[in-house]
């Protein structure tokens, strides 16, 4: 098993910038790609991000391309979400995921862990 803390999140305003941190521990030689999923009031579980085991490839959903950045350090077994130019619409529970399969993680179906969430709220 793969256990996912994320830290990090908080209240900011609009056009803010904030960082998320996730932490994995157990057996993380099975993990490959990582990421973030995002939950917003009386919405579904979004994609947001995620990067390969080397970070070479990073790929995001159109909502945040350009806005937020993905990024790993494999010997701390942490995955980072930079997120800026905030808006009150990235107002989400957000989610660390990860994936023991090689394949990309786009859709809930490809997630074989899941954090318990943090808070992240945008005022306009």
């Known amino acids: 098993q793969v256990q996912l803390v994320e830290s990090g999140g908080g209240s900011v305003q609009a056009g803010d910038s904030l960082r998320l941190s996730c932490v994995a521990s157990?057996?993380?030689?099975?993990?490959?790609?990582m990421g973030w999923f995002r939950q917003g009031p009386g919405k579904e579980r979004d994609f947001v991000a995620a990067a390969s085991w080397t970070g070479s490839l990073a790929y995001y959903s159109d909502a945040v391309k350009g806005r937020f950045t993905i990024s790993r350090d494999n010997g701390e077994n942490t995955v980072y979400l930079q997120m800026n130019s905030l808006k009150p619409e990235d107002t989400a529970v957000y989610y660390c995921?990860?994936?023991?399969?090689?394949?990309?993680?786009?859709?809930?179906?490809?997630?074989?862990?899941w954090g318990k969430g943090t808070l992240v709220t945008v005022s306009s």
């Open positions: 157990g057996r993380t030689f099975s993990v490959n790609h």
């Open positions: 995921v990860a994936a023991s399969h090689t394949g990309v993680i786009r859709t809930s179906s490809g997630v074989n862990y």
